[in-house]
């Protein structure tokens, strides 16, 4: 009987010893290829601060543009991400009026998300541009921001503005579906302290939105019968969805508990990365964006950019100035996308309508979207794509030669807040791409599967005790 006992203990010690082993070589063999990882017991978190460019996956002229691909990551590396960076951060553009609760048009809404992160609260009156609400200028107050749940970064004020600025308008943008003279249920957002981020928004409200869009209102592609217009439709919904899944994956909550945020290559890598076309989409709808903005050079020049904040103000019209006129973009990438050559033909006027109304119709399930946070960048985003169709679309050449460029001061906003957004998407991409596609080609053991089989070798010796 002593003896069956002895003989079981060193059993069990075998086994412990050998659990033990396999864990510690799980954690060698993902260590050889990322030296940096720091281990905690139920957690792993990658602390690589090496950001090493893949090598050029894409090479050439990205399809329906007129740049390739290494020149644009070298523009948005040298040029454009240092300028975006720093113009969303001025007051003018930090500030977003917004519609955030609304009634989905389409089906009752019954999506829940299960973090705080996904919601916003109110904050003070005095914290925006008096000249935002206000016929008069006004220097920026200098309260601290005080926002009544507690919680700085989620930060939203209500005020509503009743002010156009001389030079911008107030009518409605065709494109999109908000009513953006409807001032009754405007809020502004400090879009600082709003990051797009990982909110905890997912199941099948989330999913029904996204099918909305593809299904109902976007063409199939790719498909043979489809023109050239309806592609490009496609592209854009395709990019922007990218580029959404990047933030997500570039600033995912990893430890719930902790409140540990950072990376999640797996998921850049499996919602984005494994599927070319949704790469090449995002540098299409990046091109797309920017040609509206250069497009828009004049009027983007000559705006009014008043907070009441002089110097602040100067220095936004002198970003703006930078962006518009750079001369490596200018030499470099004269013309990111073509729009002269689409709507010929006599089907042109329909195709514009139909296309218009599909986009409209997206912009509309917005309002569907179950989570404030993800609602409040869904909406500018798509009113900044609905922006960039409004001017190169709606004012457009020889067809409307005597029709002047109008842009609401919202519309400006979203148009230059996208572009950052999808700017920080390609940097991302070209930074972690490559450590990405290696986590997932079996080289290295990612810090999702490895904790997994350290939680699953623990819980079996928890069992065998």
């Known amino acids: 009987m002593v003896e069956s006992v002895k003989k079981s203990k060193k059993m069990k010690w075998r086994w412990v010893i050998g659990a033990f082993t396999t864990v510690l070589l799980a954690i060698a063999l993902a260590s050889r290829s990322t030296p940096k990882i720091s281990f905690r017991f139920g957690h792993i978190i990658s602390k690589s601060s090496c950001h090493c460019p893949q090598e050029h996956r894409y090479s050439g002229i990205v399809e329906d543009c007129c740049c390739d691909y290494e020149t644009v990551d070298h ?11 720093e113009l969303v951060k001025t007051p003018f553009f930090r500030y977003f009026k917004v519609k955030l609760w609304c ?16 919601s916003v609260c109110e904050c003070p009156e005095s914290e925006f541009p008096e000249s935002f609400k206000k016929p008069y200028h006004y220097g920026l107050p200098s309260d601290d921001l005080k926002c ?20 911008w308008t107030e009518t409605d943008n065709p494109w999109t579906y908000d009513d953006e003279t409807d001032n009754s249920e405007m809020t502004y957002v400090n879009l600082q302290l709003n990051p797009e981020r990982y909110t905890g928004y997912t199941g099948p409200s989330a999913r029904r939105i ?45 430890d719930e508990a902790t409140n540990l945020w950072g990376h999640n290559l797996d998921l850049l890598y499996n919602r984005v990365l ?18 509206a903005v250069t497009k828009a050079t004049d009027y983007l ?15 936004t019209q ?13 030499a470099a990438c004269p013309l990111p996308f073509d729009e002269a050559r689409l709507w010929k033909g006599q089907r042109g006027p329909e195709l514009k309508q139909k296309i218009q109304a599909q986009f409209k119709n997206i912009s509309a399930l917005m309002d569907c979207v179950g989570c404030e946070k993800c609602r409040l960048w869904g909406k500018l985003q798509v009113l900044g794509l609905g922006t960039a169709l409004k001017i190169l679309f709606s004012v457009n050449g020889e067809e409307h030669v005597h029709q002047p460029l109008e842009l609401q001061r919202n519309e400006v906003i979203a148009l230059m807040n996208l572009l950052n957004r999808l700017s920080e998407s390609l940097k991302f991409v070209h ?23 350290i939680q699953r070798t623990w819980a079996q010796l928890l069992r065998h005790r």
């Open 318 to 330: 002198s970003l703006m100035r930078q962006l518009l006129h750079n001369p490596k973009l200018q």
């Open 148 to 167: 009544q749940e507690g919680k700085p970064e989620a930060t939203v004020d209500r005020t509503l503005d009743s002010k156009a600025f001389r030079g």
């Open 103 to 118: 009634n989905c048009p389409f089906w009752p809404d019954d999506g829940m998300c299960r973090l705080r992160d996904c």
């Open 210 to 254: 996204w099918d909305a869009v593809y299904s109902e209102n976007c063409p199939k592609y790719p498909a043979e019968e489809l023109c050239q217009e309806e592609k490009i439709l496609y592209k854009l919904i395709s990019g922007l969805h990218s580029s959404i899944s990047i933030h997500i994956a570039s600033d995912y909550l990893l």
């Open 431 to 453: 930074e972690m791409g490559a450590a990405a596609e290696k986590l997932n080609e079996g080289t290295v053991i990612s810090p999702t599967r490895l904790n997994s089989l």
């Open 274 to 291: 494994r599927y070319p076309n949704r790469v090449q989409n995002l540098y299409f709808t990046f091109l797309f964006v920017l040609r």
């Open 301 to 315: 020049e000559q705006a009014e950019y008043d907070t009441g904040n002089p110097i602040e103000d100067l220095k």
């Open 75 to 85: 523009l948005n590396e040298e040029v454009l991400h240092p300028l975006l960076q």
